[in-house]
């Protein structure tokens, strides 16, 4: 993976297949009722595409929140990109989130500026000069289809559109890792398919490491992805891709067997 400059300097610089999420026995107790995480275990690796879902209140977005440094866990470690995150200092959680490009359900765009300018905001932020922000917002831009419409403003925009954008401005930066919170709740089934498509090929191009919550079991088993499954604030599954091609090589294994059974019963049909 490539990045350009981007004024953030990283405690890591994450290879294939290392660590760069590790939650350890993490709890979250928001009041005296039950905690909405409960002594989540569970590591994610560089370049790895992660889904989570699980039940409404099942605590999705508390663990995300987390990830993010948001929220600090009331018990367990949160490690991410080589942050302790339980002992990071204020002063030092800017630029760690540097690291991370951030997709919420709502879009959360500036509202009064256009396209171009929503994008390009992130990348002031870490003092990209100029003349790269123009190279960087125009290439983000044109990944996620919204380049022709760079001067509209955001408000103009349909909900898939100001999905683009915000991708495009959670990208742009050429964050480790994207976290993203039900990205796609707010789109129709094809505009939710198209984001998430967008959302693949940052995996797969840049090698983004990607976490995604989403309620969409239709997205989810057309992606064929880990999946972490949430309920009442722990992981009740998890299967990792390995288990998903076990089972994908399993089931090419009864496809085999059938076809074989079928040319057996032709065989018998023709011999008899
Ligand atoms: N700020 C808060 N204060 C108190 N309780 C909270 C707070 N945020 C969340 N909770 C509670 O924690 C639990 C988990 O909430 P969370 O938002 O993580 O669930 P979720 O899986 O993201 O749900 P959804 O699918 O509806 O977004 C819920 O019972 C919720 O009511
Ligand atoms: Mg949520």
């Keep these: 993976m490539e990045f350009y400059d981007n004024g953030g300097d990283h405690p890591m610089t994450p290879e294939q297949g290392e660590v760069v999420i590790s939650l350890k ?14 002594h989540v275990n569970f590591e994610v690796r560089e370049g790895e595409f992660v889904f989570i879902t699980g039940e ?3 605590g999705k977005s508390t663990l995300l929140k987390m990830i993010m440094r948001e929220l600090e866990p009331t018990s367990g470690s949160v490690n991410v990109l080589g942050y302790n995150l339980n002992r990071i ?39 990209v000069p100029s003349q790269k922000i123009r190279r960087n917002v125009t290439q983000m831009l044109d990944m996620v289809g919204m380049a022709d419409k760079y001067k509209r403003n955001v408000t103009k925009l349909s909900g898939g559109e100001q999905q ?19 990205p796609t709740g707010n789109l ?16 797969r191009v840049y090698g983004t490491t990607v976490v995604v919550v989403t309620h969409d079991r239709t ?6 992805r880990r999946v972490i499954e949430m309920k009442q604030g722990e992981i009740i599954r ?20 059938m076809v074989q059974d079928v040319d057996a019963d032709d065989y018998g049909y023709y011999e008899n």
């Design 188 to 203: 129709d089934a094809e505009t939710a398919w198209e984001i998430m498509q967008l959302i693949e090929q940052a995996n």
């Design 238 to 257: 998890d299967n990792p891709l390995e288990d998903l091609d076990n089972n994908e090589e399993q089931m090419l294994e009864n496809d085999y067997q």
């Design 164 to 182: 683009r954008v915000a991708l495009a401005r959670a990208l742009v930066n050429k964050p480790y890792i994207l976290l993203a919170d039900e």
């Design 89 to 127: 200092s204020h002063s030092r959680i800017p630029k760690f989130r540097r690291n991370l490009g951030v997709v919420f359900q709502d879009f959360r765009l500036l509202t009064d500026r256009n396209v171009y300018e929503n994008v390009a905001f992130a990348q002031r932020i870490i003092e």
């Design 219 to 224: 997205i989810v088993e057309r992606m064929h």
């Design 25 to 38: 026995n993490v709890s979250k107790q928001y009041s005296r009722e039950a905690p909405a995480v409960s």
């Design 56 to 58: 409404t209140g099942s």
